[in-house]
C-alpha cells in the first residue's frame, strides 16, 4: 500500500496556477511547477499525469474562483449599466494593481498556442460562453425595463460588449493610462 498524500490537490493547483499564469504554458517547466508546489517531480506526475494536464485543472480552477465571481458580480441586484461597467472597473483595478499584469487566464490560454489542445480550447470555450450568455440575460433583462435601447438583438449586444471587455483586458497588459482603460470603458456602457 502506498503512502498517503501529504498535500491538498487543491493547493498544487492553485501554486500551478499562479505559474502558468505569470508565465504561460510553453515558458513554465516542470521545475518551476515543483519549485512554487513543493512537489517533486515523481509526486507531481503522479498526482496529475502530466504538465498539460495540471494546466487544464489551473484553467478549471480560474474559471471556478475568478470567473465565476464575475459571474455573480454579474447577477447581482442593481442596475444593468452599473454592474457592467463595476464588471470593467473591477478588471482595470486588479490588472493594473498586478505587478506581473497576468491578465485574464483563459484569455492567455486561447492566445498561447503551445498549450491548446482540444481540452484547454473547450474549457476556455465554456468560460467565454459563460460570460456571453450571463451578459446576454443581463442586456434582456435591460432592455425589458427600458434602462437599455431594444433596437439589436441582445446576443449582438453581449457580444460586442464582451470583445471590449476582452479587448480591455489586453489593453491593460501592456499600458500604465487609467484614463485609456477608462475610455474604452465609457465606450462600451455608451454603445449599448
Not at 459571474?71 to 449599466?81: H, I, K
Not at 473591477?90 to 498586478?98: E, N, P, S
Not at 460588449?161 to 500604465?176: E, P
Request: some cysteine; hydrophobic content about 40%.
Amino acid at each position: 500500500m502506498g503512502r498517503p498524500r501529504e498535500f491538498s490537490d487543491e493547493a498544487v493547483v492553485d501554486a500551478a496556477m499562479a505559474v502558468f499564469w505569470e508565465k504561460g504554458y510553453e515558458a513554465t517547466s516542470t521545475q518551476d511547477l515543483c519549485a512554487r508546489t513543493g512537489l517533486g517531480r515523481g509526486s507531481l506526475y503522479n498526482a496529475f499525469g502530466s504538465k498539460h494536464r495540471l494546466y487544464e485543472e489551473a484553467i478549471r480552477r480560474y474559471a471556478e474562483t475568478k470567473a465565476d465571481a464575475q459571474l455573480a458580480m454579474l447577477a447581482e441586484a442593481g442596475s444593468v449599466r452599473e454592474r457592467l461597467r463595476d464588471l470593467m472597473l473591477g478588471v482595470i483595478d486588479a490588472d493594473m494593481a498586478d505587478p506581473g499584469r497576468r491578465g485574464c487566464l483563459a484569455l492567455n490560454a486561447a492566445t498561447e498556442s503551445s498549450g491548446r489542445t482540444e481540452a484547454v480550447a473547450g474549457l476556455v470555450r465554456r468560460q467565454f460562453a459563460d460570460l456571453e450568455q450571463a451578459l446576454c440575460r443581463l442586456v434582456e433583462i435591460g432592455q425589458s425595463t427600458g434602462e437599455l435601447s431594444p433596437d439589436r438583438p441582445p446576443l449582438q449586444v453581449a457580444r460586442a460588449f464582451q470583445s471590449a471587455y476582452y479587448g480591455l483586458r489586453v489593453l491593460a497588459k501592456v499600458t500604465d493610462d487609467r484614463n485609456a482603460l477608462l475610455d474604452v470603458v465609457e465606450g462600451a456602457i455608451a454603445a449599448l
